[in-house]
């Protein structure tokens, strides 16, 4: 690395600002709270530091010279100032929320809190103030959602003992002892109805012993979250603590990320907090995503009767990123069984996400016969990122032909599906007493001209899509004419007249060809006879703009 003058003294065109090393900058942060003295003295340690560095790796002829050393010390400065003045405001900014709460302002309903180096925008406060914080949420009576993330390394937050003797601690960091005395506080609250943690490693049995007589006692808590969180052995504390109450609405547990280990949460863990769900019959939304969930988590929702139950009122379930496919087990497709069995009786359910499971032919079975009960009412599906094969594919085109219900279909990055495979899903679209809104097929690389084609001609006969995602596929522009012909066909004031006019998007990775574009634009901006008339009269009449007034 060469220190040049331009290095040091460069400046931005656009202000006055100098550019300086990191080093710089980052020093700057430990003057605050220093005396005059000892913000100089650390200066010109810093100064020194940077600037022997730099030479050691230029060459001798190179120099940091005296007016260069001069403007790091002034930039230093500058920057010292800038970073004070953020400080200023943060600590204005946690101030004026201490006090909204504390004061009970009925106007402060929603509160997003986390530690000092929270990289959200979030109401940040010091460490030692957990504490209190706690106590004043306890006392709020106007609180209705508390959402509380505590960013960091897992290991850092000491989630076990071997954690504990890898990680020394620092004086401000924040502990399970803080975390215990801020639920003692906030378990005095009675207003709270929606209560999340996100990216939240200092769960204890403790905690969760508190938190149960806070579920308990609160009974205006309807919506649980807890994802990105760091549970360790606590899992079944948190099942007993599910299991001391019946009010929950929504409840949603995500564990997958990248800095989790993958052990923290398994099929054995995941089925015992999902069958302590069991009492919540006023459960409305499940989000089990990214949980391991396998044959036993299947199995125990099977056996919860959140679904079975005729009272049910679960209306969404969520288990995207779950390997619900489990070859070492004896039946591999047992776990998707049981998912269909449990849902054949259910009438309730209009949301359910499969995506990324890892079902096969002998669980897309059951699942498919599961879709053609008339119990099934579900509007939205998703089942992306699984293994299929165009037999598959064909019977389940043939049940969602007549899924009068289903408003949206997401079928993106479907493995192992052939060109004949996605050509059967088009005449989904056939039906026009068809609901479907939505379809998406992003990243089905067999997607190419001859299916654009296929779904083309289904769409003459659709009166109900409104979006198409067709994007990372393979069509070309003999592929896009398809779809500009179907919606409008300009053989005839009579084939105009009968071509699409409902579709108002076709999404891709790409610019789609300027007619198309049009057409769509046209579809969008009125209703389906005045796009009809407006694409006749700029055929057979080309002196009058096609979306014109």
Same mark, same amino acid.
Not at 305 to 309: A, P, T, V
Not at 492 to 495: G, L, P
Not at 541 to 549: A, D, E, F
């Given at each position: 690395m ?13 202000s ?7 080093d710089?900058?980052f020093?700057?942060i ?9 913000r ?6 810093y100064?020194?530091e ?33 970073y004070?003045?953020?400080?200023a405001?943060r ?16 106007t402060?309903?929603?509160?997003q ?18 504490v209190q ?11 209705r959602?508390l ?10 937050f ?25 639920f ?20 204890s ?10 579920f308990?006692?609160n009974?205006k808590l309807?919506s649980?979250?807890?994802?990105y ?10 099942a ?8 929950l ?9 990248e800095?989790?280990p ?42 919860s ?5 005729p ?7 969520d288990?995207?990123?779950n ?9 591999? #497709?047992?776990? %998707?069984?049981?998912? +269909?069995?449990?849902?054949?009786? *259910? $009438? =309730? /359910?209009?949301?359910l996400? @499969?995506?990324?499971?890892d ?11 599961m879709l ?17 094969d165009?037999a ?8 969602l ?15 192992g ?31 190419? #001209?001859?299916? %654009?084609?296929?779904f +083309?001609?289904?769409?003459?006969? *659709? $009166? =109900? /899509?409104k979006?198409l995602? @067709?994007?990372d596929n393979?069509i ?15 053989a005839?004031?009579?084939?105009t007249y ?17 007619d198309l ?7 969008r901006?009125n ?13 057979f ?9």
């Open positions: 060469t220190l040049s003058d331009d290095d040091l003294t460069h400046r931005s065109e656009e006055d600002e100098t550019h300086l090393p990191d710089a900058f020093a700057s430990l003057f605050e709270g220093m005396t005059s003295k000892d100089s003295r650390v200066k010109q340690i100064v020194d940077i600037v022997t560095r730099y030479e050691q790796e230029t060459s001798p002829s190179k120099r940091v010279t005296a007016a260069q050393k001069a403007q790091i010390k002034i930039d230093i400065i500058k920057k010292a100032r800038l004070a003045f953020d400080e405001q600590i204005k900014t946690h101030q004026v929320v201490r006090r909204k709460i504390s004061d009970n302002d009925p402060f309903i929603v509160l809190i986390g530690p000092e180096e929270d990289p959200l925008e979030l109401v940040n406060f010091p460490t030692r103030d957990w914080f706690g106590k004043d949420i306890g006392k709020n009576t106007h609180i959602d959402q509380v993330q505590l960013f960091g390394e897992v290991n850092a000491h989630v076990d003992n071997e954690h504990e003797e890898e990680v020394e601690e620092e004086e401000d960091d924040v502990t399970k002892e803080d975390m215990r005395q801020f003692q506080g906030v378990s005095k609250n009675r207003s709270i109805e929606k209560l999340s943690f996100k990216h939240f490693h200092l769960f049995k403790e905690c969760f012993r508190i938190l149960g007589e806070f308990k006692t009974k309807k649980l979250s807890i994802s969180c760091m549970l360790g052995d606590t899992h079944i504390d948190l007993t603590a599910l299991a001391g109450f019946d009010s609405t929504e409840f949603e547990l995500y564990h997958r990320h800095n989790l993958w052990e923290d949460m398994n099929d054995e863990k995941a089925a015992v907090i999902i069958q302590a769900l069991s009492g919540h019959s006023r459960l409305r939304k499940l989000s089990l995503s990214g949980n391991q969930i396998g044959t036993g988590g299947c199995a125990a929702l099977a056996t009767g959140l679904m079975q139950n009272n049910s009122r679960l209306m969404e379930l288990l995207n990123d390997p619900i496919n489990d070859p070492e087990h004896l039946d591999a #497709d047992l776990g %998707a069984k049981f998912l +269909a069995s449990m849902m054949l009786g *259910n $009438t =309730s /359910l209009t949301r996400n @499969l995506s990324c499971t079902i096969r032919t002998n669980g897309w079975i059951a699942i498919i016969a053609r009960s008339r119990n099934c009412r579900l509007e939205h599906l998703s089942l992306s990122t699984n293994q299929f165009d598959t594919f064909k019977s389940l085109s043939d049940v032909s007549n899924k009068l219900t289903l408003k949206t279909l997401e079928l993106r990055k479907c493995n599906v052939s060109e004949a495979g996605l050509r059967a899903i088009s005449s989904i679209l056939q039906n026009r007493a068809m609901k479907l809104v939505k379809l998406d097929l992003t990243g089905n690389a067999q997607v190419n #001209d001859n299916v %654009a084609a296929a +083309a001609k289904s769409l003459t006969k *659709n $009166t =109900s /899509l979006s995602i @067709l994007d393979n070309t522009s003999e592929g896009w004419a398809t779809f500009s012909q179907a919606l409008c066909n300009k005839s004031y009579k084939e009968n071509s699409n006019h409902t579709v108002q998007e076709i999404r891709f990775h790409d610019e789609l060809p300027e574009e049009m057409l769509l634009e046209c579809n901006k209703s389906v006879s005045q796009a009809a008339k407006k694409k006749i009269v700029q055929n009449l080309r002196s009058v703009k096609m979306c014109g007034n």
